[in-house]
């Protein structure tokens, strides 16, 4: 797999985190009753991120909770030696019943992570709603699943890949297109 191209570098993806921030307080009419959940992994950093920016603009704390969807997906290989899936465990602080409930993940593409992580979240408790933000939508869906806050829309080919690395995990924040070989 080789790079084409760099889509975002840290400043960008630090203005689109910003500006997603400012989308969430505006729609919600603040963060009250509100809730960021990040979608392990990438969407975890990504959701303590944006509750940075969010208390920088309201003065306000916004509660974060990590989900772990892998129970939940249909398409994922299994990962131990005993042929069960790898569960790295959820944790969500508060609960979320009632709540509007902010999943956060790095890329949107066929929505299969997205609709597993609804299931995983309606399993913990009833949401008043539930809204996406990610920062990448890449497009190729395959369900009919819409981010409500998208950081930059990246039209790609099948044959192409978004990589998207953030420091806390990957040493450095860019996002970048690969090509399949």
């Given amino acids: ?53 969010i208390e920088q603009i309201e003065g306000n704390k916004i509660s974060i909770g990590e989900l772990d969807i892998t129970l939940y997906r ?33 890329v949107l593409y066929t929505g299969r992570t997205v609709r597993a992580a609804m299931d995983a979240l309606v399993d913990i408790g009833r949401p008043a709603n539930i809204q996406l933000a990610v920062l990448v939508d890449r497009g190729h869906r395959e369900l009919p699943i819409r981010a409500d806050y998208v950081g930059k829309n990246i039209p790609t080919s099948s044959s192409e890949k978004i990589v998207v690395e953030l420091v806390e995990q990957d040493d450095q924040d860019q996002v970048t297109i690969h090509e399949n070989e």
Avoid: F, W, Y
């Fill in 1 to 53: 797999m080789s790079q084409k191209a760099v889509v975002l570098d840290e400043q960008a993806i630090r203005r689109a985190l910003t500006r997603i921030a400012h989308e969430i307080i505006e729609r919600n009419k603040g963060i009250d009753d509100s809730v960021l959940v990040g979608i392990k992994t990438r969407g975890i950093h990504l959701a303590k991120r944006l509750a940075e920016k």
């Fill in 74 to 106: 249909d398409d994922l290989s299994l990962k131990t030696n005993d042929q069960e899936p790898l569960v790295k465990g959820s944790d969500i602080p508060v609960d979320v019943t009632n709540q509007k409930v902010i999943l956060v993940d790095d």
